[in-house]
């Protein structure tokens, strides 16, 4: 069975205080791992496609990587509109829909 | 702005009742999905559908139906309602089944009493 497991289910950072959220995953054949940022009482809004080890993107102070096993969103000194719900989510091969972790919540403190 | 608009944005239900929630995309995306998002739990797909004419079921299907009679509307109908089908619904959209960039609508936030 396909799983996503996100952890911290909560994390709670100073402004400034660089940190990572992780992404573990068993998807078979897996075609591409997603990060979304959700904020309170919206919608997800995507991030990132990550799709081989070794990959690497980059938006403002997000920075998502992708191992053989799991994802990590780093987060350089963060700021209070970073705080949101990071979900992320696995898919394998063919057009199967995507399998969501139940995400980290962040809160960046001024 | 292009999107996906789902409506009613808030709905209080009395158990037994029938309910449709309403999904419409102008993207012109092949792919929409149906999800649930509970506290505890995470977004967990109902239905989805890869293409106009066809549907599939998700995780957790039962109590609920859906239908895909052309590309840009997906709406979700929960024949009888029951109190554990409350819950916060979300309609996304994908351009095609295979892409992980959902677009999401702002939610149905539906209570069954």
């Known amino acids: 069975e396909d799983q996503v497991t996100q952890s911290p289910e909560a994390l709670r950072l100073q402004e400034g205080e660089s940190s990572s959220l992780n992404c573990s995953y068993t998807?078979?054949?897996?075609?591409?791992l997603f990060w979304y940022r959700q904020d309170p009482g919206k919608g997800p809004e995507f991030l990132f496609t990550l799709y081989s080890a070794g990959e690497e993107k980059e938006k403002e102070r997000l920075k998502a990587t992708l191992t053989k096993k799991e994802s990590f969103l780093h987060i350089t000194a963060p700021k209070p509109e970073d705080s949101a719900t990071y979900l992320c989510a696995g898919a394998h091969s063919g057009n199967t829909p995507l399998v969501f972790g139940k995400g980290t919540r962040l809160s960046v403190i001024a | 702005i292009a999107g996906i608009t789902q409506a009613p944005t808030s709905q209080i239900l009395a158990a037994g009742r029938r309910m449709t929630l309403r999904c419409t995309q102008d993207m012109r995306h092949n792919a929409m999905y149906w999800y649930r998002q509970d506290l505890g739990l995470g977004l967990r797909l109902i239905h989805y559908?890869?293409?106009?004419?066809?549907?599939g079921k998700g995780e957790v299907p039962d109590g609920y139906s859906v239908s895909r009679a052309n590309t840009d509307d997906f709406p979700l109908t929960l024949a009888s309602a029951v109190p554990s089908q409350t819950s916060v619904y979300f309609c996304a959209s994908s351009a095609q089944g295979d892409t992980g960039e959902l677009f999401f609508g702002e939610g149905s936030r539906l209570t069954v009493l």
């Open positions: 998807v078979s054949g897996l075609r591409g």
């Open positions: 559908s890869n293409t106009a004419g066809t549907t």
